[in-house]
Nanobody, 125 residues
């Protein structure tokens, strides 16, 4: 599957953005999906994930209660709604997907086979 991320931009602290990740292919519903981010000079880190529709979402502790991952399998799209943004959320955000993800690896970037190109989110203070 090919992934195309969009929706990044410049926003003031406290603002909101919604990222989208459109996937090609007809079997997207079986894929685990996730968002990762990478700030300048830092390693890529896990943000949020969902293994299957209707199952538990997983989040990085610092985004719990502010970010929400969701998916629309009919549109082959996964979203990341980001509210109450902080300057420390500034990063390039990547969507990822994998058809055979083991739940214990859901936060591990190396477990995802398919990646989007990234979209930049900048939060000003």
């Amino acid at each position: 599957v090919q992934l195309q991320a969009s929706g990044g931009g410049l926003v003031e602290a406290g603002g909101s953005l919604r990222l989208s990740c459109a996937a090609s292919g007809s079997t997207f519903n079986i894929y685990a999906v996730a968002w990762f981010r990478q700030a300048p000079g830092k390693e890529r880190e896990f943000v949020a994930a969902n293994r299957r529709s209707g199952t538990t979402n997983y989040y990085k502790d610092s985004v719990k209660g502010r970010f929400t991952i969701s998916r629309d399998n009919a549109k082959n799209t996964v979203y990341l709604q980001m509210n109450s943004l902080r300057p420390e959320d500034t990063a390039v955000y990547y969507c990822a997907a994998d058809p055979n993800l083991i739940l214990s690896n859901i936060r591990q970037s190396v477990a995802y086979k398919n990646w989007g190109q990234g979209t930049l989110v900048t939060v000003s203070s």
